[in-house]
């Protein structure tokens, strides 16, 4: 297979028409190779527009979610990133590039020593992965310029959004199916303000609790 053909392909018939036009998050795309992250029986399928099955429920983002992802967070190089699920970790090197430093957590311990391979493979040396619950996020390295939810939510957990410093944001897909919104939430010094980006509908992040319902 030829990956750089592929790779081409998918940058320009799957990410720019997803107007992801950004210059920075086009080269990155282009010198992050994502067939180095996606597990060896998936490698093949490293450019397809799809999710791809890692764990159990876990799924990888599609390749157009994750620099939709990448270039709304506009991260800088002195900020500090949390990353919740790290899963295969191409989204974890691509914000490593981007950032001062990425805290990553991954409650899967085989996808989390998965991981720490890749991104040492890569070079990747600003980056922490830390394997434990998704919710509970990094209190310890709290407060973040930038928290990224790699996976769909009901809601967002309180926990995270207390992770996020004044002047900082938050990025999720926050909704039910099959309506879900890529919602960037920043937070003010009185409060919070939402914007939805998109529409779109991905894989939940497993771990995160579940609103109550209620059945008749």
């Given at each position: 297979?030829?990956?750089e ?9 799957q ?30 399928l ?11 429920e ?9 620099a ?11 900020e ?39 991104l ?12 434990g ?22 809601e967002?957990?309180?926990?995270l ?8 944001r ?21 409060g919070?303000?939402?914007?939805v ?20």
């Amino acid at each position: 297979m030829n990956f750089e053909q592929a790779r081409f392909n998918m940058i320009e018939q799957q990410i720019r028409p997803w107007d992801v036009l950004d210059s920075s998050v086009l080269e990155l795309l282009s010198l992050v190779r994502r067939e180095d992250f996606v597990p060896a029986a998936l490698r093949q399928l490293a450019f397809v527009d799809t999710e791809l099955p890692l764990s159990g429920e876990r799924k990888a983002l599609a390749p157009r979610v994750e620099a939709r992802m990448l270039q709304a967070l506009k991260v800088l190089r002195h900020e500090k990133v949390l990353e919740i699920g790290t899963g295969m970790g191409y989204l974890t090197a691509l914000l490593s590039h981007k950032a001062q430093h990425v805290h990553s957590v991954e409650a899967d311990a085989e996808l989390a020593a998965h991981a720490r391979e890749s991104l040492r493979r890569s070079g990747c040396v600003n980056v922490t992965i830390h394997q434990g619950p998704a919710q509970d996020g990094v209190m310890a390295e709290a407060p973040f310029d930038a928290v990224l939810l790699c996976g769909s939510v009901a809601e967002v957990p309180q926990a995270l959004l207390d992770q996020v410093k004044v002047g900082g944001r938050l990025l999720a897909v926050v909704g039910e199916e099959p309506a879900m919104q890529l919602q960037l939430r920043r937070r003010t010094a009185t409060g919070w303000t939402t914007e939805v980006l998109l529409e779109t509908v991905v894989a939940r992040l497993p771990g995160l609790q579940e609103p109550a319902t209620f059945t008749f």
